[in-house]
T-cell receptor, first 112, second 114 residues
Framework: GQQVMQIPQYQHVQEGEDFTTYCNSS?????IQWYKQRPGGHPVFLIQ?????EVKKQKRLTFQFGEAKKNSSLHITATQTTDVGTYFC????????????FGKGTLLTVNP | GAGVSQTPSNKVTEKGKYVELRCDPI?????LYWYRQSLGQGPEFLIY????????DSGLPNDRFFAVRPEGSVSTLKIQRTERGDSAVYLC????????????FGPGTRLTVT
C-alpha cells in the first residue's frame, strides 16, 4: 500500500527559531493533507495541497507540494510555544480521497 | 456548530470482553472514517463509510472488528473478544464528501484492554 516517510521524527527548537518537516513518497500523489495534533488531542486539519509546485501560507506556516508531487514540506517561521505538537502529513495516491495514509509525524517541542 | 463527538472518551475493559465505540459526525457529512492510533504513531485506517454503506473495510484487523452506520449518521465500532493489542485511541472523522473537503476528527476514544 501507499507509504510515506516523514522526517525528522522529533525536533526541539528555541522559541523564535524556524522549523521544517518533510514528507516523502516513492509514488506520485494525487494530493497531500497536513494535520496538527496537540499533546493529548486529536488531529486537526491544516491544509490540503493538490497542484504540482503549489505553495500555500497560513500566517507563519508555509506549505509546499513538490513539482513531481512526491514530496511536501511544512515550514513554520519564528516558532511559538503554541506551535507545540505533532505534525502529520497524510497522503492518498488513488482517485478517491478516503483511506488516507498518515506519516508517523514530527513531534515539535518549543523551549520558551 | 458542533464538531465530531465520540463516546466514551475512555474505556477500560477486560480481555475477552465486547466493546462498542460511538461516533457522531458533523451533521450533513456523508463520509465517515474510523482510524486507530497507537502511541507515537500516525493514525491507521480501519474503515470508511459513504452514507450507510461501508465503502472500504480493508483496514479492519480481523473479524473481531465490525462497524455500522445504519442511518447514515451515527456510527458504532464494535470489537468482540477484546485483546490487549487492541488498546489504542480510536479516532472517528467525517467530511462533506470524499474529495477536496477537509476532514474533521473527533476527540477519540482511548481503549485500554487489561
Amino acid at each position: 500500500g501507499q507509504q510515506v516517510m516523514q522526517i525528522p521524527q522529533y525536533q526541539h527548537v528555541q522559541e523564535g527559531e524556524d522549523f521544517t518537516t518533510y514528507c516523502n513518497s516513492s509514488t506520485t500523489l494525487s494530493n497531500i493533507q497536513w494535520y496538527k495534533q496537540r499533546p493529548g488531542g486529536h488531529p486537526v486539519f491544516l491544509i490540503q495541497l493538490v497542484k504540482s509546485g503549489e505553495v500555500k501560507k497560513q500566517k507563519r506556516l508555509t506549505f509546499q507540494f513538490g513539482e513531481a508531487k512526491k514530496n511536501s514540506s511544512l515550514h513554520i517561521t519564528a516558532t511559538q510555544t503554541t506551535d507545540v505538537g505533532t505534525y502529520f502529513c497524510a497522503v492518498n495516491s488513488g482517485g478517491s480521497n478516503y483511506k488516507l495514509t498518515f506519516g508517523k509525524g514530527t513531534l515539535l517541542t518549543v523551549n520558551p | 456548530g458542533a464538531g465530531v463527538s465520540q463516546t466514551p472518551s475512555n474505556k477500560v475493559t477486560e480481555k475477552g470482553k465486547y466493546v462498542e465505540l460511538r461516533c457522531d459526525p458533523i451533521s450533513g457529512h456523508t463520509a465517515l472514517y474510523w482510524y486507530r492510533q497507537s502511541l507515537g504513531q500516525g493514525p491507521e485506517f480501519l474503515i470508511y463509510f459513504q452514507g450507510t454503506g461501508a465503502a472500504d473495510d480493508s483496514g479492519l484487523p480481523n473479524d473481531r472488528f465490525f462497524a455500522v452506520r445504519p442511518e447514515g449518521s451515527v456510527s458504532t465500532l464494535k470489537i468482540q473478544r477484546t485483546e490487549r493489542g487492541d488498546s489504542a485511541v480510536y479516532l472517528c472523522a467525517s467530511s462533506l464528501a470524499d474529495r477536496d473537503h477537509p476532514w474533521y476528527f473527533g476527540p477519540g476514544t482511548r481503549l485500554t484492554v487489561t
